[in-house]
């Protein structure tokens, strides 16, 4: 049974490449459980996001709190029952008379997928337990894959089993679909205001949050540049006249690449992102978009560069990896089993005040630490030469832009990285004397942006990138995750990296108002008028721009704060 102090957070997900980045938030969870008994206790307590229950069988599970939406045909092999493969004894029907089956040919099951499945059966057929991943993704992890050209959508790497009231598909739309496609936010709010929808929605929350103790909110991952920002936008809406005394996060998902980047298709971003950026800031506590290209808006932009990644913008699989890897990271503080930790409103409140509630993500992606360079060093170095080494993960946010809150989560450094090594030049720099990393933390932020409110928090525990986390680290990355400067693995040679360090910060600063008032402007160059799928979805000209005189509004927050 969970512990009666644990505060639950329930988990939704809205879109295709919001379930990307869930899939990877998810299979980083259950790469961290620990079986073993003798082991130290987790900083972590993983009973925030997932909860016990029971199969039919009376088998005991542990799926995560989760209500996640996706299009008709984004599955493939996972069932909307949240199994990644049948059960054998569902091809068994109690029925004397004849039958007649009729089976379509499954897709491909990918070498990932082939193994977890090979080793649920062995499981199975050992303890006699129902199919549950459990230790067998841990095993699985440890194997080297190489899964770029076999990822097609986000189940095809799911390594976590879900509950059967957590996979919710839209039958009225398919996925990437030329004819008729989910890209208009007013499709969203229509397919919402379908009384069948809204009842399987509100009877999926109402089941997880009544067995919930102390829940604490809500955190929301959404696809905003299609319909699916429409019907999050709704939900969300729904949820504060529910739940008004519970947080609510909500992340932007936004992929770096687009298949098409017409002036068509650029236009319906512009209106969707202005149309869901507006909802969202209306009735959620705080706001993250994230994204790994350098705008979105007009078109999509260059990617950010990674000094330590090898990664494919135009691969969800790659560009999600990178965004669950600062959300998981950045939403530890209200997920911690430590005296450190804190609930989602102490962290919400950390940030965003004053009316704003617009933040901007940032990240190390890893740290570089290694045997040549300690923390103390590297944040020594930032200070003197590289102040801006932390890379934006919110589009149209540049690196160099005045914080005006920040709260900042480092994990993975080994003890023996922290400081100077004695007798080293540097051991008596403004860094040699700290107890701690999160001191030397305080001290950088503090020392780069003095009138900024700042708060740290500091992970023993490295951030784990076991498969079927993607191979994107370059050279310089050994497999502990350290950084060697100078060194090669191979080029094109797959070679995991089993856990590594991360910096990950939520921040606001006068850069996000800008980047409203440019999504404002070009916003204000298209005359919805002209675009009938959004009036014919109920988007009204006066409504839309009461839309972005809103954003206006909490975009002229930021100036002179």
Request: charge should be negative.
């Amino acid at each position: 049974m969970a512990d009666a102090t644990v505060r639950e957070v329930i988990t939704l997900q809205f879109g295709h490449y919001a379930n990307f980045v869930g899939t990877h938030w998810w299979n980083i969870q259950e790469s961290s459980f620990c079986y073993d008994a003798a082991s130290p206790k987790s900083e972590i307590n993983h009973d925030c996001l997932f909860r016990e229950g029971l199969t039919v069988t009376g088998q005991e599970t542990y799926t995560p709190r989760l209500l996640l939406y996706d299009l008709k045909g984004s599955l493939r092999n996972l069932s909307t029952e949240g199994l990644l493969y049948e059960s054998p004894s569902k091809k068994y029907v109690d029925w004397e008379g004849e039958i007649t089956i009729y089976e379509t040919n499954p897709d491909q099951k990918n070498e990932f997928q082939a193994d977890i499945e090979k080793t649920m059966v062995v499981e199975s057929e050992e303890s006699g337990m129902d199919s549950q991943t459990g230790d067998a993704t841990g095993e699985l992890s440890d194997k080297v894959y190489n899964l770029d050209d076999e990822i097609v959508v986000w189940s095809d790497f799911l390594g976590t089993q879900l509950h059967p009231r957590s996979v919710n598909i839209i039958n009225e739309y398919s996925h990437d679909a030329d004819m008729s496609p989910f890209s208009v936010y007013g499709y969203g709010q229509s397919l919402y205001n379908d009384e069948s929808f809204r009842d399987n929605f509100e009877d999926g929350l109402r089941f997880f949050a009544e067995e919930c103790d102390r829940l604490q909110g809500f955190q929301i991952l959404a696809d905003v540049h299609n319909g699916f920002g429409g019907l999050m936008s709704q939900c969300l809406e729904d949820l504060r006249d529910e739940y008004n005394s519970k947080s609510m996060i909500t992340v932007g998902c936004v992929p770096a690449h687009f298949k098409d980047t017409d002036q068509e298709h650029n236009v319906k971003r512009i209106l969707n992102m202005a149309l869901s950026f507006s909802q969202i800031t209306e009735h959620c506590d705080l706001f993250v978009p994230l994204c790994v290209s350098k705008q979105v808006w007009p078109k999509p932009g260059t990617y950010v560069t990674f000094p330590y990644l090898n990664y494919k913008g135009e691969l969800p699989y790659h560009t999600s990896a990178i965004l669950a890897s600062a959300l998981d990271t950045f939403s530890l503080p209200y997920r911690l089993d430590t005296p450190k930790g804190c609930g989602m409103r102490d962290l919400i409140s950390t940030i965003a005040f004053s009316g704003r509630n617009i933040a901007h993500a940032h990240t190390m992606l890893p740290i570089p630490v290694g045997p040549q360079k300690s923390l103390a060093s590297l944040l020594n170095d930032c200070i003197e030469k590289r102040p801006d080494s932390m890379l934006p993960l919110t589009p149209h946010i540049n690196q160099s832009q005045k914080l005006i809150s920040q709260a900042a989560v480092l994990r993975g450094i080994p003890q023996s990285l922290r400081h100077h090594p004695l007798g080293s030049p540097k051991a008596k720099s403004m860094f040699g004397s700290s107890k701690s990393s999160c001191d030397m933390l305080d001290m950088y932020f503090q020392s780069i942006n003095p009138n900024s409110v700042i708060k740290n928090w500091t992970l023993d525990k490295a951030f784990g990138t076991k498969a079927p986390y993607p191979n994107i680290f370059n050279g310089s990355v050994g497999s502990d995750g350290l950084v060697s400067e100078g060194s090669d693995r191979g080029e094109g040679q797959a070679r995991e990296v089993k856990e590594t360090s991360v910096l990950s910060a939520l921040g606001m600063c006068a850069g996000t108002g800008e980047m409203l008032e440019s999504l404002i402007t070009w916003s204000n160059k298209v005359d919805v008028r002209k675009h009938h799928e959004y009036l014919e979805s109920g988007v009204e000209f006066d409504l839309y721009k009461e839309k972005i005189e809103s954003l206006l509004s909490q975009a002229n927050l930021y100036k002179n704060p």
